[in-house]
């Protein structure tokens, strides 16, 4: 110390002075041999260092552990070989445990030589872990709110946002296609605009209830751009922030074609009374005794106390006998092996039944020191209500599940399910404990499997939300035809879960199916109807130009079938033309079409015809199936037709003309006082 004195000058004792002031660590080292040795340390150097004590004088290995020494070292050698200041971030060996130093090493320079380094050293182990802290908590946020845009966006209920006035602030997908309406020319109009007259004042109070705080559930109807009306399940609830009503979410269901079908659907005795409602969780603070010391408002929800009657009391009498004990050991735990623990309990509250809480104890560590301890407790008595009804082990998202039509599935990349939602039993028959854990293909239908394959295995290779219908093997052995939209869920560029929301569509599938079977079939005899004949002919002539060969047409007429109606009743003149239709399509070859055209009026396509000898031979068959009479409620029914046929292309190049002639030759087969058949020819 006494050389460096000499060497920098006596006035440095005045710096020496200051640096004794800093809580930074200051320090100044030389060179001695291979190590280098303190020749000073401020205050804080030495506390931290040795607890106080003076380093002055020591070699760094005899302060530090020696990996520690060896790491600094060489650090120092560096700032005495380059000439240069360095600067970096460590973690430090203190009497007290680790800390983490933000170092910077400054040569001091005499003569053009480097003899000392002075060290500065910051303590940023509190700004670290709070960056730490940050991040997780930044990722956390960014996961919850992937998932929840994705369960929102990708939900098939209609989700929208509307102000205290009622105007829509945001909308799902859903709403656009139920409404036919454009995001654009919904959002900012009021929803009063699109209810039906008669439903007005009703859904107007039910609204106003919303506004107020409270949790509804009814049925209305809308208009849709289109001037049609839709019967909407709506639910509205109310969104509240610090205990103000700042706005409604409403989530519809387009229940119009059900309501047809079915008598309404039960609604469940409870629901939660907020879909996107942040719940505050109880934050409190207690000293080492147990007594409350400090608490947010989330405290007061939960246990109905103001936090004025709790401060200063302890947290005992709130605690449930039964769980009285654990709930001591766990704060003495926390206490003694500095550790936060995680146990749940039941609480009293002021007033009404006792709750089920998770409880998170975390020490408050002051210079090493237990000084309190911190609590966050949540309340989950509606979760464990659920997972004891439902027989399942995992709960997410409860807040969309539960007010959601459809089911939703979360997938992990494996393709094995983890959770499904409660609405799976009630569609498809299976509790969750009978889908979690199974791979998602176990109950889709085998010719299904190979696509519904190839889209997950594009999701996890990152492709967009899609939608499919496949489906679903029903616990009864049935299938049901499912509606799925697939989202992927990215977290650090990997799909780290697949969420499916899937909507029941056999009933809309059928209805489907039978409107485009109307628009080709007969309903009454299931034949195909006068458009799909002309398409069918239209066809056979092309195929005919084509191969060099040629096409039949046979018109073909009932005998006295207005007689059957007038005398038996219209009943059996349907079933005099189902069984001309049955023994029509007996007689002619699979390539052929028999088709109604109103009435008892039939025709026949017969395409690939080699010759005329064929249709002959055709023509025969069906007179002769007609001779058996037909029995109906006990009277014997005389069955008879009459067949005109014409040739493409012997009779005409034209398909219009085809069909004339051939029911020109049916005039003339009608003629005859008994069934026949008659081929066209120019001199009729």
């Known amino acids: 110390m006494e050389r460096f004195l000499e060497?920098?000058?006596?006035?440095?004792?005045?710096?020496?002075?200051?640096?004794?002031?800093?809580?930074?660590?200051?320090?100044?080292?030389?060179?001695?041999?291979?190590?280098?040795?303190?020749?000073?340390a401020n205050h804080s150097t030495s506390k931290v260092l040795q607890s106080g004590k003076n380093i002055v004088g020591k070699r760094v290995e005899e302060i530090v552990p020696k990996e520690h020494a060896s790491r600094m070292i060489s650090y120092y050698n560096k700032v005495i070989l380059t000439r240069k200041s360095i600067e970096f971030i460590q973690k430090i060996v203190t009497s007290e445990g680790e800390m983490i130093g933000e170092t910077s090493l400054n040569p001091l320079i005499q003569n053009g030589q480097v003899r000392y380094i002075i060290g500065i050293v910051r303590d940023i182990t509190e700004?670290?872990?709070?960056?730490?802290?940050?991040?997780?908590?930044?990722?956390?946020?960014?996961?919850?709110?992937?998932?929840?845009?994705?369960?929102?966006?990708?939900?098939?209920?209609?989700?929208?946002?509307?102000?205290?006035?009622?105007?829509?602030?945001?909308?799902?997908?859903?709403?656009?296609?139920?409404?036919?309406?454009?995001?654009?020319?919904?959002?900012?109009?009021?929803?009063?605009?699109?209810?039906v007259e008669e439903y007005l004042e009703e859904t107007t109070r039910y609204f106003r209830r919303a506004v107020s705080g409270r949790n509804e559930e009814?049925?209305?109807?809308?208009?849709?751009?289109?001037?049609?009306?839709?019967?909407?399940?709506?639910k509205n609830v109310p969104i509240i922030v610090d205990g103000i009503v700042v706005g409604v979410y409403g989530i519809a269901q387009d229940i119009t074609e059900k309501s047809r079908l079915e008598t309404r659907l039960k609604?469940?005795?409870?629901?939660?009374?907020?879909?996107f409602e942040n719940h505050p969780e109880a934050i409190f603070?207690?000293?080492?005794?147990?007594?409350?010391?400090?608490?947010?408002?989330?405290?007061?929800?939960?246990?109905?106390?103001?936090?004025?009657?709790?401060?200063?009391?302890?947290?005992?009498?709130?605690?449930?006998?039964?769980?009285?004990?654990?709930?001591?050991?766990?704060?003495?735990?926390?206490?003694?092996?500095?550790?936060?623990?995680?146990?749940?309990?039941?609480?009293?509250?002021?007033?009404?039944?006792s709750k089920e809480v998770l409880v998170t104890n975390i020490p408050i560590i002051v210079d090493n020191h237990v000084v309190g301890v911190h609590g966050i407790a949540k309340d989950i008595t509606e979760i464990?209500?659920?997972?004891?009804?439902?027989?399942?082990?995992?709960?997410?998202?409860?807040?969309?599940?539960?007010?959601?039509?459809?089911?939703?599935?979360?997938?992990?990349?494996?393709?094995?399910?983890?959770?499904?939602?409660?609405?799976?039993?009630?569609?498809?028959?299976?509790?969750?404990?009978?889908?979690?854990?199974?791979?998602?293909?176990?109950?889709?239908?085998?010719?299904?499997?190979?696509?519904?394959?190839?889209?997950?295995?594009?999701?996890?290779k990152g492709a967009k939300p899609t939608s499919i219908e496949i489906r679903l093997r029903h616990k009864k052995g049935h299938y049901i035809w499912l509606e799925i939209t697939t989202t992927p869920i990215i977290e650090q560029g990997e799909v780290i879960q697949l969420v499916t929301v899937a909507r029941d569509?056999?009933?809309?599938?059928?209805?489907?199916?039978?409107?485009?079977?109307?628009?080709?079939?007969?309903?009454?005899?299931?034949?195909?109807?006068r458009r799909t004949f002309d398409d069918r002919l239209e066809m056979a002539i092309r195929n005919a130009n084509r191969s060099n060969k040629k096409v039949a047409l046979m018109?073909?007429?009932?005998?006295?079938?207005?007689?059957?109606?007038?005398?038996?009743?219209?009943?059996a003149g349907d079933a005099v033309l189902i069984e001309m239709a049955r023994r029509l399509k007996a007689c002619v070859r699979e390539t052929d079409t028999v088709a109604r055209f109103g009435g008892d009026e039939i025709g026949v396509v017969l395409p690939e015809i080699d010759s005329v000898d064929i249709v002959e031979d055709i023509a025969k068959r069906i007179i002769d199936s007609f001779e058996k009479p037909l029995i109906f409620k006990h009277h014997q029914i005389l069955l008879g037709a009459g067949i005109g046929i014409a040739l493409y292309p012997d009779h005409t190049m034209k398909k219009k003309n085809l069909i004339k002639f051939a029911d020109e030759a049916l005039y003339r087969a009608k003629e005859s006082n008994y069934s026949d058949y008659f081929i066209f020819h120019e001199n009729i």
């Open 127 to 195: 700004r670290k872990r709070k960056e730490q802290e940050n991040i997780e908590t930044k990722r956390k946020l960014e996961k919850s709110q992937k998932r929840l845009s994705s369960l929102i966006e990708h939900n098939s209920d209609a989700i929208y946002e509307s102000d205290l006035q009622g105007n829509f602030i945001s909308i799902n997908k859903v709403i656009t296609e139920i409404t036919g309406f454009r995001t654009n020319e919904l959002v900012g109009k009021s929803i009063i605009n699109f209810i």
């Open 384 to 460: 464990k209500r659920a997972q004891k009804e439902l027989q399942t082990s995992e709960e997410k998202f409860r807040l969309i599940t539960e007010n959601a039509f459809d089911v939703i599935k979360m997938i992990n990349p494996q393709g094995v399910i983890e959770y499904v939602s409660p609405s799976n039993e009630k569609i498809l028959g299976y509790s969750s404990l009978e889908y979690v854990g199974q791979l998602f293909t176990k109950y889709i239908h085998p010719d299904d499997i190979p696509i519904i394959k190839k889209r997950f295995e594009g999701f996890l």
């Open 285 to 353: 603070s207690f000293d080492l005794n147990g007594n409350f010391t400090s608490g947010n408002l989330g405290v007061e929800k939960v246990t109905g106390y103001s936090f004025d009657e709790l401060i200063g009391t302890s947290f005992i009498p709130l605690v449930d006998s039964n769980d009285l004990e654990r709930t001591l050991f766990h704060f003495k735990q926390t206490i003694e092996q500095k550790k936060a623990v995680n146990y749940e309990i039941k609480l009293k509250p002021k007033l009404g039944h």
């Open 555 to 571: 018109m073909i007429d009932g005998r006295k079938f207005k007689l059957v109606n007038d005398t038996f009743g219209h009943d």
């Open 218 to 234: 009814y049925e209305t109807w809308i208009y849709t751009k289109s001037g049609e009306r839709v019967h909407l399940n709506v």
């Open 267 to 275: 609604e469940s005795e409870q629901r939660y009374k907020s879909l």
């Open 7 to 40: 060497d920098v000058g006596s006035n440095v004792q005045t710096f020496f002075t200051i640096f004794d002031s800093i809580t930074d660590l200051i320090f100044i080292i030389e060179s001695d041999g291979t190590s280098f040795r303190y020749v000073y």
């Open 505 to 529: 569509v056999t009933e809309k599938k059928k209805h489907r199916d039978e409107l485009a079977k109307m628009a080709f079939y007969d309903y009454l005899t299931d034949l195909p109807n």
